[in-house]
């Protein structure tokens, strides 16, 4: 179905130069759309994949793939061709507070072949996933594609036009995915209106130089309103520093040199490298959001990881949700979707409402205990201008052999484990 017909190279700048024709179209180039788009490929499934950027390069975005991400990768016959991609393992999180440090998630002990969180730049990872799907004629990658317009015939989406660099072009096919982020244009497009909450707290990153003798874990540390995070990039340090929700601006006006100070007051350690902070165009701020769409799907339109549901940071599980959902949608849809294929007939909505019925309740479950942790935890810690002490039930985790390995599971595989199911031969 990966036609194309031409309609002359003279147009007016609202033309649409060419109509192509696909089965499924895969909005976003992000983790969950580049390995939904494989999956898919693999399966027999025409799908092209449009990404509005020219190239996967983005400063600052998740680089955490966990064990359920990995073990997905490992079904697929590609966890070790990843795994020989310059990465790093974080196989436990250390909490500093004025207590001292104690280890609340610890990976060791999972049964799994990757006990550990896989650190790999995001830009490597979607390169990965893209050269792996270029393998099959049955898939197309346009860079440079920035959606404008849903087609919609009676009430039905039946694929999008977008504008590239040589004009605008429309693809159509019988379902459309957005997998577009946060900032999802599909989504809105769509008209579907996100449930949204208040989290607390927004993250301003930036980057601070690695030492051979530093220490390979995640540090997360507490102390007198304020909270640094610290996660192993090879050869620098990415520093997260939490402030409160709105507190960017007076923190800007205060100067750069008051966010270093405070960031060397919070890790002492480090306080002759935030020196290397002097301009604040070095930091990036994460305004830190949390909702959800009541409705993922329309007629022959599905919205998936960021664009049906954003996820707070806290945790790093954004990236293993979305790709979770791409597996299940997969999983779900690919027959559906050859069938619709071979008989040129539309996609069952029902199919669609599976893969929401699948994936809504481990997503409501994980993003309702992101926002205890914030409520409970981080957002006293930011109040607090005196030394501030985590919950005792945090500290008793490690210590309880039938408690002391959930957190590390939560995180490591969310609350539904998905696996690719019907792999091909």
């Known amino acids: 179905m990966m036609k194309t017909a031409d309609r002359g190279a003279s147009q007016r700048p609202d033309e649409v130069r060419d109509v192509a024709r696909t089965t499924c179209v895969v909005v976003g180039g992000g983790p969950g759309g580049t390995v939904l788009a494989l999956l898919l490929a693999r399966k027999g499934v025409d799908v092209t994949l449009l990404e509005a950027h020219q190239d996967f390069d983005r400063e600052f975005r998740g680089d955490t793939l966990h064990p359920s991400v990995m073990e997905v990768m490992d079904q697929l016959g590609l966890a070790e061709r990843l795994l020989e991609l310059r990465h790093t393992e974080v196989r436990s999180l250390t909490l500093q507070t004025s207590a001292g440090p104690f280890r609340p998630v610890d990976f060791g002990r999972l049964k799994t072949r990757f006990p550990y969180i896989t650190m ?34 009676d009430g039905m989406i039946r694929g999008a036009r977008y504008e590239g660099h040589d004009g605008r072009h429309e693809v159509r096919a019988v379902l459309t995915v957005g997998a577009d982020g946060r900032g999802s244009r599909v989504r809105r497009l769509a008209g579907f209106e996100p449930i949204k909450t208040s989290p607390p707290m927004d993250v301003l990153w930036f980057r601070l130089p690695r030492e051979q003798e530093d220490p390979e874990d995640a540090i997360l540390r507490f102390s007198r309103g304020h909270i640094a995070i610290l996660l192993d990039r090879f050869d620098y340090w990415q520093a997260g520093y939490v402030i409160p929700k709105g507190a960017y601006p007076e923190l800007r006006a205060e100067g750069i040199e008051s966010l270093r100070r405070s960031f060397a007051e919070l890790i002492p350690e480090f306080a002759d490298r935030v020196g290397h902070l002097e301009d604040w165009r070095q930091a990036s701020l994460l305004s830190v959001e949390s909702s959800r769409c009541p409705r993922w799907y329309r007629p022959g339109l599905l919205l998936i990881g960021d664009a049906a549901h954003v996820m707070s940071p806290v945790g790093g599980v954004g990236i293993n949700y979305a790709i979770q959902d791409a597996v299940t949608a997969a999983n779900v849809l690919a027959e559906p979707l050859k069938e619709s294929q071979e008989r040129l007939m539309d996609l069952d909505e029902r199919y669609l409402a599976a893969v929401q019925r699948r994936r809504e309740l481990p997503t409501r479950l994980i993003q309702r205990v ?15 201008n005196a030394t501030f002490a985590p919950p005792l039930f945090l500290y008793l985790l490690p210590h309880v052999p039938i408690l002391r390995d959930i957190p590390a599971r939560v995180v490591a595989f969310g609350f539904w484990p998905v696996l690719v199911k019907d792999l091909p031969g």
């Open 120 to 153: 790999l730049p995001q830009t490597s990872f979607l390169e990965f996933i893209t050269e792996e799907a270029k393998r099959y004629s049955n898939f197309r990658l346009v860079m440079g594609a920035r959606v404008r317009e849903l087609v919609e015939e």
């Open 370 to 384: 992101q926002a205890l942790i914030q409520q409970r935890i981080l957002a006293p810690a930011l109040r607090s």
